[in-house]
């Protein structure tokens, strides 16, 4: 199973945590995505895969509330209403999750870095923004989740500018988990990385997964990247799923023309 | 024992005696004509005008002979004045296809209805100093040929682009364009606002933009359809009599470029549009409008932001208003002590801090 | 000047300018848009505050007009003497006699009272416009309370210096809600803001926003637990009237650059020199 002992301790919700009924996104004639509808459930790793153009990127924005999708629902298992469709949220409602339940992985971690405030600042932004006014514990704990994402902590004061890609790319990540959040999306979040930064990235996020019982909804074209990390799978190609199950199985046993044709052309090392 | 400094108001008393001194200067010259300025400078009262917001060459001379000749004071001088006047109502809009042409090209057609008239222009001239106009000197006058200025109703010549769809339209929606002067500017804004906005733009800072574009930041290919300058009717509607009677003529500036045309393969191509009109014969400013004006249009027109600051529209209309500009760019000669001790004392506990730490 | 109106702007001016500061007044701490007139003296010089002071002034008003502290600095000649011309006005230079106060960049040291209106010059109303510069995002921060960037950068004054590295025109929050900036005062005068009995008038001509404070408005300078905030000054007394609590100017009195502190207040000052409280 997905989840830690510890994880599973800490749920006692029986629901999905995020529950998503035919959401389609139309630029015009042409289709960003289309009738996508699936549960994800607490401490589980859904991978989105396809090629570019596939409409996965459009997916994950319609989910994470920067897109506003043309029809379909979001369900979101709040803590203290139980289930919402997060598309009727109000404004405040949605920044407020964002910094708090959900976290956003961009592919390029200077879209979600502050590039101009140092590590501890972008840290704890969020602690801030939740009004946290203690500076030293602010800073103990920015220390302490630089440790987490291997970032050696005596760097707190140093700005994104001063890190290699993989280490911006961490501090993304720490920035967005210091809230404790109990979903992630992301968006390829070792793409234009180095093969072995790569490899210990993929390492740091299953260990973080596992630790925290963290939800996510992956995307990335990298093969490699979702048996690592995902649970289960969705393949999607012309703004639609076309087949989808457990990462295993879709993997070693493909269904549709269309996956065989991607999993046979990942080249083998 | 120190007495703290005062007499500020002397001080200020004496600082106007010299200005009135300085300004009126030797007092064997005559005193400047405020009709000279008007009549002899008119590309300075134009000026003046245009980024004063008020059309009238004689308060515009005056202000620019009591601003010793520095024009954004002149531009003050004649805003103030602006506050003060009643708000009788609103004209009808302008027909600038009926304007009293004195002057009136197009740059992309060799010949149109009406003919390429040059006007009054520097264009063609050598820039050579010429010192029969020192002193109070003067040129010699060739007879004026048949009549300066021609009764020219000769249609835009965009409007012949038009009929044949080449160029998008610019239909009048009908809305009452906002007023700048009455309501706090809230972007962003829509294109009256703009170039209301633009209308009342520092020249230079205008110019500096325009050029930029044109050096590749946020090109968008401007060609002059039409420059034309003359004298137009401001027509306003009284409610008493039921129809428009006409108050006023004024003259004005008016440029409409043709730029960078858009479509793809389901949208046919249309060229599009940039417009610049302001009061007097102020070409510089009215093509600079036309030009930031089309880069601010990117979004509309479904283009690219490239990031360029002419197509920054909160950079741009937060800061070509002179008047604000030089007022905060002075107001630092104002005594500032109070906080510079606030700085003061913040640095030295710092530097006394990093002493401690060596 | 009997061609102008009282106190220079005509009576529709005012209207508007007064429905600005009701709003202000409504909603502590909020900056609200009003359509800011071109003035005879230069933005960035007080417009804002001598729009807010002309459409409150009434003829039985007693204005006092301050810069730096003091009376008599140019500025405050200036404005004092626009008003005189257009108003008529009684004019003084005592704090406790005036009911209109018209200041930039200090709080008088006299404490105000529930008669007397004090209206600040602003340059730069918006709090954060150093860490966004654009409009139409800080907006959005003051509507949703997401003040979350405010705070970082006093984290980062602390990370890089040791303490908060702000001395004037400190942000403070007002009545738990609009975060707010009080015009460049040095942060020494800050607490004289909270639970003020005198009405407070924000006025930012150029950047045509009015902010106000009604009385006894809680006001709270931003800081950290650990690091709570202090109004600090030079650690000296006025070498005229010997106050230790006045903030103080200080004055290069000689080529070898020997100084001397003497009380910004000029009115407080020359009052307890007089031997008066």
Redesign the interface.
Known sequence: MAMSAAALEMQDVPGPLLSVRNVGKRYGARIGCSDVSFDLWPGEVLGVVGESGSGKSTLLSCLSGQLRPDEGEVIFDTRDQGPRDTLLMSEPERRRLGRTDWAFVHQNPRDGLRLGVSAGGNVGERLMANGARHYGRIRATAQDWLTRVEIDPSRVDDRPRQFSGGMQQRLQIARNLVSGPRLAFMDEPTGGLDVSVQARLLDLLRGLVRDIGLSVVLVTHDLAVVRLLADRLMVMKDGRVIESGLTDQVLDDPQHAYTQLLVSSVLQV | M?V??????R??DAAHDWLDRAHRGPAEQPALDTAQIRDQMALAVARVMAEGSLYDPDLAALAIKQARGDLIEAI?LL??Y???L?RLGASDPVDTGAMRVKRRVSATFKDIPGGQILGPTFDYTHRLLDFRLAADGELPMSDPKGGDEKTLHAPHVLSFLNREGLIEDAADEGADPPDL????????ADRALRLQALARGDEGFLLGLAYSTQRGYARNHAFVGELRIGMVSVELEIPELGFAIEIAEVELTECETVNQFKGSKSEPAQFTRGYGLTFGQTERKALSMALVDRALRWEELGEDNQGAPAQDQ?FVL?HCDN??A??????IK??????F??????VR??RA?TEDAK | MSE?NFAYL?EDTKRMIRRAILKGIAVPGYQV????????M????G?GGVQVTAATLVPEDVLKVI????D???????IR?FFQRTAGIATTERTTEATVIQT???IPETPLNEDQILVYQV?IPEPMRFLE????ETRRIHALADYGLMQVRLYEDIAR???I?T???YPVEVAGRYVMDPS?????DNPKLDDCPAIQLFGAG?E??IYALPPYTRVRSLDFDDYPFSA???DHAC??CGSATS?????I?DDAGGR?Y?C?D?DY?ARRAEGGA
């Open positions: 120190y703290a400094v005062k007499g500020g108001e001080a200020i003050f805003r103030a602006r506050t003060t009643p002067t009455r309501e706090p500017m809230e972007l962003p909160e937060s008047i604000q030089t007022g905060f760019l002075e107001h104002l005594p500032h002590y109070v906080d001790q606030a700085e003061l004392e913040l506990r710092l801090g | 102008y005509d848009p009003f359509a800011s007139r071109e003035m005879p230069p933005y960035g010089w417009t810069d730096q502290g003091a008599d600095t140019t500025n405050a000649v200036s003497k930039r960049h200090r340059p510069p654009r409009e139409t210096h040791g303490e590295a001395s004037y025109a460049p005062i040095p942060k020494f150029r045509q926003r600090s000054k030079a070498a005229i903030y103080l100017d200080e004055v009195t001397m003497v910004s000029t000052c």
